[in-house]
């Protein structure tokens, strides 16, 4: 039997905060109760999305009471969004999950324990290694994600683990891999403001990124901002051009920009010749992406094409070309992406302020898990397959090099192949919802009932998937746990524990270690005794890597310095807060140059006909949700801030012609499911296509099982339907 020690909880002394106590008033309050007058405050980094913005935590007697953005952090600078002002509500929710549960019965956790280890066991000597796998996220800390990689394949012995940072990032990894030689967002925040022409691709930052959308706001330049996006949104609409697409030729729009560039010798000779490697070849693969070929792909005009060449062509001083879900999630995402970056290496705009080709991630410690997750990259962006970098994590890691699995991890949408041919029996998820949440969510949900065992680990017991659960384990929350989470510009942040877990659940890395210990792993993760004990053991992979952090000494390091950026080398001795990377035009390649990579563009493997004449369009709803609203529907606040039912964007024309009026109920249908929702006419979709947010559950039964083949990272964004009236 498994004794656990008693939780510790870390109570803060600092200084009296003023904001709400002494100046309420400003927040639009009257005098606050004695009982509800904070006594210190603490700082912490935001556990939702990938900004990263510093929130101060006011404390009554150690315990977080209230949250409000810290005005001399440098990626938020006093700003936050409605999620983030709302940070503490989703922990005080009534359904927070209090137990470990054993099918749906109530256990403790060393009943847990032993059933997890005698499951996994069983089922891993009976049908191999690869018969177990795991599924993790990006809303973990960093030193979560390392033990949990290092505890399933160097301890338990599993080969097969992946994040749901499959679903948003993953197109951005294999991008940067391939052109830059390794996984380097090159920008910081600080080139929002210093562009004088930025170019947003796929992406709506006034609603997915507000707090970046803000740091555009500051810009003094008077800059040109492009948005390339098939609806009118928010962005859009703040836009100075906007360019309306078909969906999914974004990648044919950036191939005839590029050919306009080369045929009117807008190119940033120097740059290219001095530091890239493959442009001939591009150039000469461009060539049949002609102006008039372009315009009938994309409904553009000759006209606008030309002026969006114009606007980016070298000598303009800084252009910064930034993307998200949009271009990561579609069936050829990574050459789209690889097609942004190519842009900005023919007109040099990489490594200068105001510059870059820049992904903006999802979640907040996706960038985390790209780096420390140990999935398909060996912990520390090293290669499973490479014998010299397990010798060096064996080493820096003190365990056995045999004990590291020589291949990589079969990707998320693979694992669940593999489940559905019963390769895999086992598997274990971590604080994600993908019975919501994955593409063709009724194909996947009936897989699940093909496992022998599965586990969910989670904040919330009620979730879609943890209710399928044979075991689950409850997890604590982001504000009842400690550790770091890496942003979009690669900024390590740290979040601070300010709240008890309730009832008897634990935080990530406590479960981690109780698993450790029941599976006998207790000297190989003896170093590992608490989340700034695991850091050190990190810093120690990274160790001459382009993410080397060796510099970093400590927790106080980070919080101090407002956050850092990797990487910092040991040798390091001052540096700046905001740093970017490429200002030498060296990259991580053998041969230090970045490389061209392109391929030819493919319509959509789901196009429209006479059954099914639309075009479904995916994404986020307001800046008050986040993702399957596992938290964000906790909050009162949050909820008044979004739709209170579902709504379904159909272009006015479209409406005329199925003879639909605003607030009909209608029917959505796709060749995988149906959903009944409300119509809202708008010409912010374009004819011929619809538009659903993505946080109803219903929505992704109707997306298709589509996987982009050089990042596996589904294409949600583009479907067909019909759209009939439901009857009266």
Request: proline fraction near 6%.
């Amino acid at each position: 039997m498994i004794t656990l020690p008693a939780p510790t909880f870390r109570e803060w002394n600092g200084p009296l905060t003023t904001d709400l106590v002494r100046e309420p008033s400003r927040f639009g309050l009257g005098p606050l109760p004695r009982r509800l007058q904070p006594n210190g405050t603490a700082k912490s980094v935001c556990g939702f999305c990938s900004t990263g913005c510093g929130l101060k935590l006011h404390l009554k007697d150690g315990i977080a009471i209230n949250a409000t953005p810290d005005p001399d952090y440098p990626v938020n600078l006093g700003t936050a969004c409605p999620k983030g002002w709302e940070a503490l509500t989703p922990l005080d929710s009534p359904d927070r999950a209090t137990t470990p549960l054993l099918n749906n019965q109530p256990v403790d956790w060393p009943t847990a324990m032993q059933v997890f280890c005698d499951r996994m066991k069983a089922v891993m000597a009976e049908h191999g290694p690869e018969s177990a796998a795991f599924i993790s996220t990006g809303q973990i800390m960093c030193e979560e994600m390392a033990f949990l990689g290092s505890l399933a394949k160097f301890g338990m012995g599993m080969i097969h683990g992946d994040g749901n940072t499959r679903q948003c990032m993953a197109t951005a990894v294999t991008a940067y891999k391939e052109s830059f030689g390794f996984d380097a967002p090159p920008f910081t925040y600080t080139d929002f403001e210093e562009s004088d022409v930025l170019v947003f691709i796929g992406a709506n930052p006034c609603i997915a990124h507000p707090i970046m959308w803000q740091r555009v706001l500051r810009n003094k330049r008077q800059p040109e901002i492009i948005v390339v996006d098939p609806r009118m949104t928010e962005t859009a609409m703040a836009a100075t051009q906007h360019y309306a697409i078909k969906p999914k030729s974004d990648l044919t729009l950036l191939y005839g920009i590029a050919h306009l560039l080369i045929r009117d010798g807008a190119l940033d000779t120097a740059f290219v010749t001095s530091h890239t490697t493959g442009f001939d070849e591009f150039a000469t693969f461009i060539q049949t992406y002609t102006p008039e070929h372009v315009a009938a792909e994309t409904g553009l005009s000759t006209e606008q094409l030309q002026r969006f060449a114009d606007t980016i062509r070298s000598g303009t001083p800084r252009v910064s070309f930034w993307w998200t879900m949009g271009v990561n999630q579609s069936h050829q995402a990574t050459r789209t992406a690889q097609a942004i970056i190519n842009l900005a290496l023919m007109t040099g705009n990489i490594g200068n302020p105001g510059t870059g080709a820049n992904s903006i991630t999802g979640q907040c410690n996706a960038m985390g898990s790209r780096l420390f997750s140990n999935t398909t990259n060996l912990i520390g962006g090293h290669d499973f397959k490479n014998a010299a970098h397990r010798e060096k994590i064996a080493e820096a890691m003190s365990i056995p090099v045999a004990s590291i699995p020589d291949q990589p991890s079969l990707a998320y949408d693979q694992i669940l192949e593999g489940i559905e041919s019963g390769k895999i029996k086992a598997l274990w998820i971590i604080a994600t919802n993908p019975s919501h949440s994955w593409i063709n969510q009724n194909r996947f949900n009936d897989l699940l009932s093909k496992l022998d065992f599965f586990v969910v680990q989670d904040m919330y017991a009620t979730t879609e998937t943890a209710r399928r659960a044979h075991l689950f384990l409850p997890a604590a929350a982001w504000g009842e746990k400690e550790g770091t989470f890496i942003n979009s510009e690669r900024r390590i942040g740290l979040s601070r524990q300010v709240r008890r877990a309730p009832g008897q659940a634990l935080s990530d890395f406590r479960i981690f270690r109780l698993i450790a210990h029941a599976w006998g792993l207790d000297d190989m993760f003896a170093e590992w005794t608490s989340p700034e004990a695991a850091f050190q053991v990190m810093k120690r992979c990274t160790q001459d890597q382009p993410c080397d952090i060796t510099g970093i000494q400590d927790y106080a390091m980070i919080e101090s310095s407002g956050g850092v950026q990797w990487p910092l080398k040991e040798a390091s001795s001052s540096f700046e807060t905001e740093r970017r990377l490429f200002s030498d035009g060296l990259f991580y390649t053998p041969d230090q140059r970045a490389r061209f990579i392109f391929d030819v563009s493919t319509e959509s493997p789901e196009m429209p006909d006479q059954d099914y004449p639309l075009v479904l369009l995916t994404g986020r709803g307001t800046s008050a949700q986040w993702h399957t609203e596992t938290r964000t529907g906790k909050s009162k606040v949050l909820s008044l801030l979004a739709p209170e039912e579902l709504f379904l964007d159909l272009h006015p024309q479209d409406a005329a012609t199925l003879r639909i009026r605003d607030n009909d109920q209608v029917i959505v249908t796709s060749r995988r499911a149906s959903l009944t929702t409300k119509a809202r006419l708008s010409p912010a979709v374009g004819e011929g296509q619809v538009f659903l947010p993505m946080h109803d559950a219903r929505v992704n039964q109707l997306t298709l099982w589509v996987v982009d083949p050089h990042s596996r990272q589904p294409s949600y964004k583009h479907c067909t339907v019909r759209v009939t009236l439901a009857p009266k």
